[in-house]
């Protein structure tokens, strides 16, 4: 049915171990004519079965679909998005007359390693991080129109900044399923224009969700700065916790202007917010800002996508951390994040330690954060922990 993969002897104890993804170095031979983004079958080197995955040129060379020998079709891609969908409503996430924005599918967390699926109320953004999910594109949509029935009508895709350069694929960032213009959703009862068409990821980061809330119920009579606020989300909570002053600050005008859109979205009028076009690193090095804010969220891009980038990362978080801990007042609460899939909780949090030594400032944790239960983490895959956060006391 599918080409064959063989692997070297020895090289299939993480698939024993349910890990989804093997690695370029552990494959001996392949069959020939197996082309990048193919559905292949995994042997052991002793013949024996083990796998079946999407083939890629690079360093994971197979992400598994599937430890059993079995068919990719229509079945298998209904059953892998229904669990997905169950999941949600058992946590009390999809069907949500409060809340209709989550993530349905998160790659190897629902074991579709290289998809991603968000749900912006009636519209479900797909977007593939493997030459094999963008090749599976049209059928996973057809499975997720038959699964959504009528709590969807458009799915569009987004992959055209996720597709390794190299393969020279025809990416594509277009509805594959309806079309529509209307961009608003709602998430915990406040309204969000959510840019799937030009915006960072999917065009919102739901991942934050449950860390807004927290964020809100700290809110009141407070002076709040959201560093890096894009789209304006923790701003946006911020204003519903009935904080007394907001600031939003990110260097994109596009962000800003996103940003201003939510809050008269959701505030018309309100002039409690105020929105800064300028540098995170300038701001906060200007001294007419120490002293002004009861709450900080420093929640930045990611500072390294590579392990080879993991030393100046860290750098990075610290110098950020130090300004965020020299500016907030004293009795202050810091909302400090890091989304770089390759710093460790460890990492993260040994680097904001350092800043607060560097700072002089008394610091306690409050809250440790994570990302939301709409991500979840594959067992099997702990690389998947990508989102880390702290909640800090400032004395």
């Known amino acids: 049915m599918y080409k064959s993969v063989y692997l070297k002897k020895g090289k299939e104890e993480s698939l024993n171990r349910f890990h989804p993804w093997i690695f370029s170095g552990a494959i001996h031979h392949m069959e020939e004519g197996i082309e990048e983004g193919d559905i292949v079958n995994v042997f052991t080197a002793t013949n024996d079965f083990i796998a079946v995955g999407h083939y890629q040129i690079g360093s994971i060379a197979v992400r598994v679909l599937s430890f059993s020998e079995e068919e990719i079709n229509h079945s298998f891609w209904c059953s892998h998005l229904e669990s997905a969908l169950k999941m949600r409503q058992r946590i009390g996430i999809a069907d949500n007359e409060n809340n209709n924005t989550y993530r349905l599918v998160h790659g190897e967390g629902d074991a579709l390693p290289g998809l991603i699926i968000d749900c912006y109320g009636e519209t479900m953004v797909m977007q593939a991080h493997s030459v094999g999910m963008h090749a599976s594109r049209k059928a996973v949509c057809r499975a997720l129109v038959e699964v959504m029935g009528n709590r969807m009508k458009h799915v569009y895709y987004k992959s055209e900044t996720t597709l390794p350069f190299k393969a020279e694929l025809e990416q594509e960032n277009d509805f594959i399923h309806g079309g529509t213009d209307n961009d608003i959703a709602i998430e915990n009862g406040l309204k969000f224009h959510v840019d799937w068409l030009h915006g960072q990821k999917t065009g919102f980061f739901i991942d934050q969700r449950e860390n807004r809330s927290l964020l809100e119920h700290y809110a009141k009579d407070k002076s709040v700065l959201n560093m890096f606020c894009y789209t304006g989300g923790f701003s946006v909570y911020a204003m519903r916790g009935?904080?007394?002053?907001?600031?939003?600050?990110?260097?994109?005008?596009?962000?800003?202007?996103?940003?201003?859109?939510?809050?008269?979205?959701?505030?018309?009028?309100?002039?409690?917010?105020?929105?800064?076009?300028?540098?995170?690193?300038?701001?906060?090095?200007?001294?007419?800002?120490?002293?002004?804010?009861?709450?900080?969220?420093?929640?930045?891009?990611?500072?390294?996508?590579?392990?080879?980038?993991?030393?100046?990362?860290?750098?990075?978080?610290?110098?950020?951390?130090?300004?965020?801990?020299?500016?907030?007042?004293?009795?202050?609460?810091?909302?400090?994040?890091?989304?770089?899939?390759?710093?460790?909780?460890?990492?993260?949090?040994?680097?904001?330690?350092?800043?607060?030594?560097?700072?002089?400032?008394?610091?306690?944790?409050?809250?440790?954060?994570?990302?939301?239960?709409?991500?979840?983490?594959?067992?099997?895959?702990?690389?998947?922990?990508?989102?880390?956060?702290?909640?800090?006391?400032?004395?």
């Open 242 to 395: 009935q904080a007394k002053m907001v600031h939003s600050v990110d260097s994109s005008a596009k962000a800003i202007e996103l940003t201003n859109r939510n809050i008269d979205l959701n505030f018309p009028g309100d002039k409690r917010h105020e929105a800064f076009c300028e540098d995170a690193f300038k701001y906060l090095d200007n001294t007419d800002n120490a002293n002004k804010y009861d709450l900080i969220v420093l929640d930045p891009p990611a500072f390294a996508k590579h392990r080879k980038a993991l030393h100046n990362a860290l750098k990075g978080y610290t110098r950020l951390n130090v300004k965020g801990l020299q500016r907030i007042k004293q009795g202050g609460i810091l909302f400090t994040f890091s989304c770089s899939q390759i710093v460790s909780k460890e990492n993260f949090r040994n680097a904001v330690f350092t800043a607060a030594a560097q700072a002089g400032r008394k610091v306690r944790i409050l809250h440790q954060l994570h990302q939301p239960a709409d991500h979840p983490i594959n067992i099997y895959h702990p690389e998947g922990e990508y989102l880390k956060g702290l909640v800090l006391y400032v004395e």
